[in-house]
């Protein structure tokens, strides 16, 4: 069974740091893209970060980039997203997601069950 | 960026209706177009792919339709369980974006 199991989040003040982990289970890690997806509290979903099966390509939405840094562990089968000069608009509940379908640029077949950041001062 | 429309906003039906949910994106995406459902408290689920090919584990009473710009989902007869909100994405154009969502609620 696949399971992705996301830590990290919390409460942090503007301007300040945090990195999201995700510890994922049940499926061959470094065969898949991996994606970061969020989601604002009461609204819809916004893609946030991308990363290849081998970390060669990475992508980012350009509401985070130059702040936010995707990176993977395939011997560790963990996903990991550092996220710096947070803002208001950052607080969301984020979800880690396996892409299978489709390659690095697919779908978002399996979630876990998210990490709320919470960014106020 | 493609940017996906969703209607209606709210759907309200009885349990045994049919249910037919919309997306349009603002440009052509060929079949490149999923369908999620997210019931509170959970993470999304992904039910449809490249337009009409529904996920592993998906009821047959799910289906989806269309290219180019519309995009159909229906829900042949509704089930308690299918009572969630519904996300469209789009993985043609970088990068990938989603819908507002479609609420499915008991009439």
């Known amino acids: 069974e696949v399971q992705l199991v996301e830590s990290g989040g919390g409460l942090v003040q503007p301007g300040r740091s945090l990195r999201l982990s995700c510890a994922a289970s049940?499926?061959?890690?470094?065969?898949?893209?991996m994606h970061w997806v969020r989601q604002a509290p009461g609204k819809g979903l916004e893609w946030v970060s991308v990363i290849s099966w081998d970390s060669g390509s990475k992508g980012y939405a350009d509401s985070v980039k130059g702040r936010f840094t995707i990176s993977r562990d395939n011997a560790k089968k963990s996903l990991h997203l550092q996220m710096n000069n947070l803002r208001a608009e950052d607080t969301a509940l984020y979800y880690c997601?396996?892409?299978?379908?489709?390659?690095?640029?697919?779908?978002?077949?399996?979630w876990g069950q998210g990490t709320l950041v919470t960014v106020s001062s | 960026e493609i940017v996906l429309t969703q209607s209606p906003a709210t759907l309200s039906l009885s349990p045994g209706e049919r249910a037919t949910l919309s997306c349009r994106a603002s440009?052509?995406?060929?079949?490149?177009l999923a369908w999620y459902q997210q019931k509170p408290g959970q993470a999304p689920r992904l039910l449809i792919y490249d337009a009409s090919n529904r996920a592993t584990g998906i009821p047959a009473r799910f289906s989806g339709s269309g290219s180019g710009t519309d995009f159909t989902l229906t829900i042949s007869s509704l089930e308690p369980e299918d009572f969630a909100v519904y996300y469209c994405q789009q993985r043609s154009i970088w990068p990938p974006t989603f819908g507002g969502g479609t609420k499915v609620e008991i009439k």
């Open positions: 049940g499926f061959t890690f470094d065969d898949y893209a």
């Open positions: 440009q052509s995406i060929s079949s490149y």
């Open positions: 997601a396996a892409g299978f379908i489709g390659g690095t640029y697919g779908y978002f077949d399996n």
